[in-house]
């Protein structure tokens, strides 16, 4: 069964960090783009960081761009992302998705692509 596992969420006072982990399980992610996207409360899906198979190329949305680092490690089959300065603004349930055949992770994180599989998602909450 192809399943992605997002973790690594939890309660986290503003201006902390966390780092989220995406695991692939039944399927390797050697071949696909990941893509993490979040929802916050009231408000629509949105992709906040993307990089491509290779880790050679990746995407930010404005709102992370300075403060976030995704990367990927393929011998453990796993895609990280590093959550630094966090505000209430980032809380959220954060899912992970694949999609192989990506071009542009821009594309993909501004949601021009239909993903393959997703994870069920990791909450985030940035409160004192």
Do not use: H
Request: glycine share 14%; charged share 20%; net charge positive.
């Amino acid at each position: 069964q192809l399943q992605l596992v997002e973790s690594g969420g939890g309660l986290v006072q503003p201006g902390g960090s966390l780092r989220l982990s995406c695991a692939a399980s039944g399927f390797t992610l050697d071949y696909y783009a990941i893509g993490w996207f979040r929802q916050a409360p009231g408000k629509e899906r949105e992709g906040v960081s993307c990089i491509t198979s290779s880790g050679g190329s990746t995407n930010y949305a404005d709102s992370v761009k300075g403060r976030w680092l995704i990367s990927r490690d393929n011998a453990k089959n796993t895609v990280y992302l590093q959550m630094n300065s966090l505000k209430p603004e980032d809380t959220g349930v954060y899912y992970c998705a694949a999609r192989r055949g990506v071009t542009s992770v821009q594309a993909m994180c501004r949601g021009y692509y239909e993903m393959d599989n997703w994870g069920k998602g990791t909450l985030v909450t940035v409160s004192s």
